[in-house]
Protein backbone atom coordinates (compact mmCIF):
# COMPACT_ATOMS: atom_id res chain seq x y z
CA UNK A 1 0.00 0.00 0.00
CA UNK A 2 0.93 3.56 -0.86
CA UNK A 3 -0.04 5.62 1.59
CA UNK A 4 -0.82 9.16 1.73
CA UNK A 5 0.90 10.77 -0.96
CA UNK A 6 1.87 14.58 -1.53
CA UNK A 7 3.09 16.50 -3.62
CA UNK A 8 5.52 18.53 -4.21
CA UNK A 9 7.63 17.74 -0.66
CA UNK A 10 9.09 20.77 -0.81
CA UNK A 11 8.01 24.65 -2.23
CA UNK A 12 9.39 27.72 -2.82
CA UNK A 13 8.15 30.38 -4.34
CA UNK A 14 7.76 34.18 -4.06
CA UNK A 15 4.91 36.46 -2.39
CA UNK A 16 2.10 36.86 -4.08
CA UNK A 17 2.33 33.58 -6.54
CA UNK A 18 -0.09 30.89 -6.34
CA UNK A 19 0.77 27.51 -5.13
CA UNK A 20 -1.04 24.41 -5.78
CA UNK A 21 -0.41 22.08 -2.96
CA UNK A 22 -1.45 17.69 -3.76
CA UNK A 23 -3.04 14.90 -2.54
CA UNK A 24 -4.00 11.56 -3.29
CA UNK A 25 -5.46 9.41 -0.48
CA UNK A 26 -5.17 5.92 0.48
CA UNK A 27 -7.83 3.72 -2.02
CA UNK A 28 -11.18 3.75 -0.37
CA UNK A 29 -11.03 5.94 2.36
CA UNK A 30 -13.72 8.12 1.63
CA UNK A 31 -12.57 11.33 4.55
CA UNK A 32 -9.73 13.65 3.51
CA UNK A 33 -7.86 15.99 5.86
CA UNK A 34 -5.74 19.10 5.33
CA UNK A 35 -3.15 20.05 7.97
CA UNK A 36 -0.82 22.66 8.45
CA UNK A 37 1.45 23.34 10.96
CA UNK A 38 4.01 25.84 12.59
CA UNK A 39 6.12 26.12 15.29
CA UNK A 40 3.80 29.31 16.34
CA UNK A 41 0.47 27.21 16.12
CA UNK A 42 1.04 23.61 16.03
CA UNK A 43 -0.95 21.28 13.39
CA UNK A 44 -4.13 22.84 12.58
CA UNK A 45 -6.76 21.05 10.81
CA UNK A 46 -8.03 23.64 7.37
CA UNK A 47 -10.52 21.52 6.27
CA UNK A 48 -11.71 18.38 5.71
CA UNK A 49 -14.33 16.07 2.95
CA UNK A 50 -16.36 13.40 3.27
CA UNK A 51 -17.38 11.74 0.41
CA UNK A 52 -15.25 14.07 -1.75
CA UNK A 53 -18.02 16.78 -0.11
CA UNK A 54 -16.21 19.79 2.16
CA UNK A 55 -17.58 19.47 5.66
CA UNK A 56 -15.83 21.91 7.65
CA UNK A 57 -13.76 24.69 6.10
CA UNK A 58 -13.54 26.43 9.44
CA UNK A 59 -10.10 26.19 10.02
CA UNK A 60 -9.38 27.97 6.35
CA UNK A 61 -7.53 31.11 7.35
CA UNK A 62 -9.28 33.43 4.38
CA UNK A 63 -10.02 33.22 1.26
CA UNK A 64 -6.71 33.44 -0.25
CA UNK A 65 -7.02 29.30 0.68
CA UNK A 66 -9.05 27.11 -1.22
CA UNK A 67 -9.44 23.47 -1.51
CA UNK A 68 -10.92 20.89 -3.85
CA UNK A 69 -11.48 17.13 -4.04
CA UNK A 70 -12.88 16.50 -7.70
CA UNK A 71 -12.86 12.61 -7.26
CA UNK A 72 -11.94 10.12 -4.57
CA UNK A 73 -8.61 10.06 -5.39
CA UNK A 74 -7.09 13.24 -5.67
CA UNK A 75 -7.17 16.89 -3.41
CA UNK A 76 -5.58 20.40 -3.85
CA UNK A 77 -5.26 23.30 -1.77
CA UNK A 78 -4.20 26.24 -3.49
CA UNK A 79 -3.31 29.48 -2.15
CA UNK A 80 -3.70 32.61 -4.36
CA UNK A 81 -1.92 35.19 -3.36
CA UNK A 82 0.60 33.41 -0.90
CA UNK A 83 2.18 35.33 1.57
CA UNK A 84 5.65 34.87 3.58
CA UNK A 85 2.83 34.05 7.19
CA UNK A 86 1.97 31.06 4.89
CA UNK A 87 5.39 29.30 5.16
CA UNK A 88 4.40 25.96 7.00
CA UNK A 89 4.24 21.94 6.71
CA UNK A 90 0.91 21.29 5.15
CA UNK A 91 -0.43 17.75 5.35
CA UNK A 92 -2.93 15.77 3.86
CA UNK A 93 -4.31 12.48 5.87
CA UNK A 94 -6.83 10.22 4.78
CA UNK A 95 -9.08 8.29 6.93
CA UNK A 96 -11.59 4.72 5.89
CA UNK A 97 -15.11 4.47 6.05
CA UNK A 98 -17.30 2.97 8.63
CA UNK A 99 -16.40 1.86 11.96
CA UNK A 100 -15.60 3.66 15.18
CA UNK A 101 -12.10 3.98 14.86
CA UNK A 102 -11.12 7.53 14.08
CA UNK A 103 -7.33 6.30 12.44
CA UNK A 104 -6.09 9.23 10.20
CA UNK A 105 -3.48 7.97 7.75
CA UNK A 106 -1.27 11.23 7.23
CA UNK A 107 1.24 11.75 4.24
CA UNK A 108 4.74 12.97 4.71
CA UNK A 109 3.66 16.71 4.34
CA UNK A 110 5.05 19.73 1.59
CA UNK A 111 7.18 22.08 3.09
CA UNK A 112 6.10 25.40 1.88
CA UNK A 113 8.34 28.61 1.70
CA UNK A 114 7.18 31.85 0.75
CA UNK A 115 9.67 34.58 0.18
CA UNK B 1 -13.87 18.33 22.20
CA UNK B 2 -12.76 17.90 25.73
CA UNK B 3 -8.72 19.45 26.21
CA UNK B 4 -5.87 17.53 27.48
CA UNK B 5 -2.59 18.21 29.21
CA UNK B 6 0.06 16.86 28.32
CA UNK B 7 4.26 17.39 29.89
CA UNK B 8 5.92 19.49 27.55
CA UNK B 9 9.07 16.86 27.47
CA UNK B 10 10.19 13.72 28.93
CA UNK B 11 13.11 11.77 28.51
CA UNK B 12 13.48 8.03 28.82
CA UNK B 13 16.38 5.48 28.56
CA UNK B 14 16.65 3.07 25.86
CA UNK B 15 15.27 -0.35 26.63
CA UNK B 16 13.09 1.56 29.22
CA UNK B 17 9.51 1.71 29.38
CA UNK B 18 8.49 5.06 28.58
CA UNK B 19 5.39 5.91 30.77
CA UNK B 20 3.24 8.88 29.16
CA UNK B 21 0.76 10.50 30.88
CA UNK B 22 -2.07 12.84 29.67
CA UNK B 23 -5.23 14.92 31.95
CA UNK B 24 -8.47 15.05 30.23
CA UNK B 25 -10.48 16.05 33.61
CA UNK B 26 -13.50 17.08 31.75
CA UNK B 27 -13.38 14.29 29.29
CA UNK B 28 -17.46 13.11 28.02
CA UNK B 29 -18.84 9.92 28.34
CA UNK B 30 -18.52 9.28 24.87
CA UNK B 31 -15.36 10.45 24.24
CA UNK B 32 -12.09 8.34 23.22
CA UNK B 33 -9.01 8.74 24.06
CA UNK B 34 -6.32 8.18 20.97
CA UNK B 35 -2.41 8.86 20.87
CA UNK B 36 -0.74 9.62 18.15
CA UNK B 37 2.99 10.56 17.70
CA UNK B 38 5.11 12.78 15.14
CA UNK B 39 8.54 11.78 14.23
CA UNK B 40 10.50 14.60 13.42
CA UNK B 41 9.90 15.99 9.98
CA UNK B 42 7.75 13.16 8.97
CA UNK B 43 3.74 13.06 9.86
CA UNK B 44 1.52 12.11 12.47
CA UNK B 45 1.19 8.51 12.99
CA UNK B 46 -1.95 6.50 15.03
CA UNK B 47 -0.73 4.48 17.81
CA UNK B 48 -3.64 3.62 19.57
CA UNK B 49 -7.06 5.04 21.30
CA UNK B 50 -9.58 3.71 23.81
CA UNK B 51 -12.61 4.65 25.76
CA UNK B 52 -12.87 2.71 28.60
CA UNK B 53 -10.74 -0.17 29.02
CA UNK B 54 -7.15 -0.87 28.62
CA UNK B 55 -5.93 -1.58 25.54
CA UNK B 56 -2.70 -2.88 24.09
CA UNK B 57 -0.93 -3.37 20.45
CA UNK B 58 1.75 -4.06 18.56
CA UNK B 59 2.91 -0.22 19.45
CA UNK B 60 1.81 0.44 23.01
CA UNK B 61 -0.18 0.01 25.83
CA UNK B 62 -3.06 2.71 26.88
CA UNK B 63 -4.11 2.60 30.02
CA UNK B 64 -7.01 4.92 31.30
CA UNK B 65 -8.30 5.66 35.06
CA UNK B 66 -11.53 4.44 35.92
CA UNK B 67 -12.67 7.65 36.22
CA UNK B 68 -11.29 8.08 32.87
CA UNK B 69 -9.92 11.86 33.96
CA UNK B 70 -6.52 10.43 32.96
CA UNK B 71 -4.34 7.83 30.43
CA UNK B 72 -0.89 6.57 30.64
CA UNK B 73 0.71 5.89 26.73
CA UNK B 74 2.83 3.11 27.27
CA UNK B 75 5.84 2.30 25.48
CA UNK B 76 6.80 -0.94 26.99
CA UNK B 77 10.42 -0.88 25.57
CA UNK B 78 12.06 2.35 24.09
CA UNK B 79 14.39 2.36 21.33
CA UNK B 80 15.58 5.71 19.90
CA UNK B 81 12.92 5.78 17.15
CA UNK B 82 10.62 6.32 19.72
CA UNK B 83 11.83 9.41 19.93
CA UNK B 84 9.51 11.79 18.74
CA UNK B 85 6.40 14.00 19.85
CA UNK B 86 3.35 12.39 21.44
CA UNK B 87 -0.11 13.76 20.95
CA UNK B 88 -2.74 12.61 23.25
CA UNK B 89 -6.60 13.47 22.04
CA UNK B 90 -10.48 13.06 23.15
CA UNK B 91 -12.88 13.05 20.49
CA UNK B 92 -16.40 11.39 20.28
CA UNK B 93 -15.56 8.71 17.59
CA UNK B 94 -19.39 9.28 16.17
CA UNK B 95 -21.84 11.72 15.54
CA UNK B 96 -19.56 14.61 17.01
CA UNK B 97 -16.94 16.94 15.47
CA UNK B 98 -14.46 14.81 12.76
CA UNK B 99 -11.78 17.21 14.32
CA UNK B 100 -8.87 16.08 15.26
CA UNK B 101 -7.76 18.83 17.43
CA UNK B 102 -3.73 18.31 18.18
CA UNK B 103 -2.58 20.10 21.88
CA UNK B 104 1.33 21.02 22.03
CA UNK B 105 1.71 16.80 22.74
CA UNK B 106 5.13 15.31 25.14
CA UNK B 107 8.36 15.76 23.31
CA UNK B 108 10.18 11.93 24.12
CA UNK B 109 13.53 12.00 23.93
CA UNK B 110 14.97 8.53 24.51
CA UNK B 111 18.61 8.37 25.47
CA UNK B 112 20.75 5.54 24.54
Known amino acids: DAGVIQSPRHEVTEMGQEVTLRCKPI?????LFWYRQTMMRGLELLIYFNNNVPIDDSGMPEDRFSAKMPNASFSTLKIQPSEPRDSAVYFC?????????????FGPGTRLTVL | DAKTTQPPSMDCAEGRAANLPCNHS???????VYWYRQIHSQGPQYIIHGLKNNETNEMASLIITEDRKSSTLILPHATLRDTAVYYCIVRVAQGGSEKLVFGKGTKLTVNP
Open chain 1, 27 to 31: SGHNS
Open chain 1, 93 to 105: ASRPSGGSSDTQY
Open chain 2, 26 to 32: TISGNEY
